[in-house]
């Protein structure tokens, strides 16, 4: 099938580190994406990994890619208010053209 | 400023009155893309196109249509709504190739209640 997985829910103090898991289904997915989806907003890209790297740093943002166990994860380091939002990874599916399946996502709540 | 532009972003009516939700993108993408999100179900694609006159069904097409007159412009219609497709909808754009770092850009959503 073509879900991807990912927890309902976390909740950090701010300053804390966050990590957010995925698992998706297909191995033959080149891209995998981290999307931030604040209130009353779009989805905005945050970072992506490439399915040849295990791990890619962006600021405060750290994504590990297990490609054995299909897992992937992203961590927020030093988490801020801020950053309160719907995260959602995605793989694409390679289906004869570059098809983008989304997770359920997961909603970060920061606490001061 | 590239951006999506989805109309209108609420919008509650009643079973069987036909709507459509315009969508613009003014970044002369080709791909553009349909979806709707809903709890726990994260966002599924309804329909998409690769270009002018060419498009597709996704995963979640019942109840739905679309057409791509002109590049820019990719509306949604709705011929009969019913509940079940109250949702939050969104639109995105993206070049044809290039995903990884040219990746779908989103409009703000809009947010349909049928009663």
């Known amino acids: 099938g073509e879900d991807v997985e990912q927890s309902l829910f976390l909740s950090v103090r701010e300053g804390d580190s966050s990590v957010i898991n995925c698992t998706y289904t297909d191995s033959s997915s080149t891209y995998l994406y981290w999307y931030k989806q604040e209130p009353g907003a779009g989805l905005q890209l945050l970072t992506y990994?490439?399915?040849?790297?295990d791990m890619k740093q962006d600021q405060r943002l750290t994504v590990l890619l297990n490609k054995k166990d299909k897992h992937l994860s992203l961590r927020i380091a030093d988490t801020q208010t801020g950053d309160s939002a719907i995260y959602f990874c995605a793989e694409i599916m390679n289906t004869g053209f570059q098809k983008l399946v989304f997770g359920t996502g997961t909603r970060l709540l920061v606490s001061p | 400023e590239a951006q999506v532009t989805q109309n209108p972003r609420y919008l509650i009516t009643v079973t069987g009155k036909k709507l459509t939700v315009t969508c613009s993108q003014n970044?002369?993408?080709?791909?553009m893309s349909w979806y709707r999100q809903d709890p726990g179900l994260g966002l599924r694609q309804i329909y998409y196109s690769m270009n002018v006159e060419v498009t597709d069904k996704g995963d979640v097409p019942e109840g739905y249509k679309v057409s791509r007159k002109e590049k820019r412009n990719f509306p949604l219609i709705l011929e009969s709504p019913s509940p079940n497709q109250t949702s939050l909808y969104f639109c995105?754009?993206?070049?044809?190739?290039?995903?990884?770092?040219?990746?779908?850009?989103f409009g703000d959503g809009t947010r349909l209640s049928i009663l």
């Open positions: 970044m002369n993408h080709e791909y």
């Open positions: 995105a754009s993206s070049p044809r190739t290039g995903w990884a770092n040219q990746p779908q850009h």
């Open positions: 990994i490439f399915s040849n790297m």
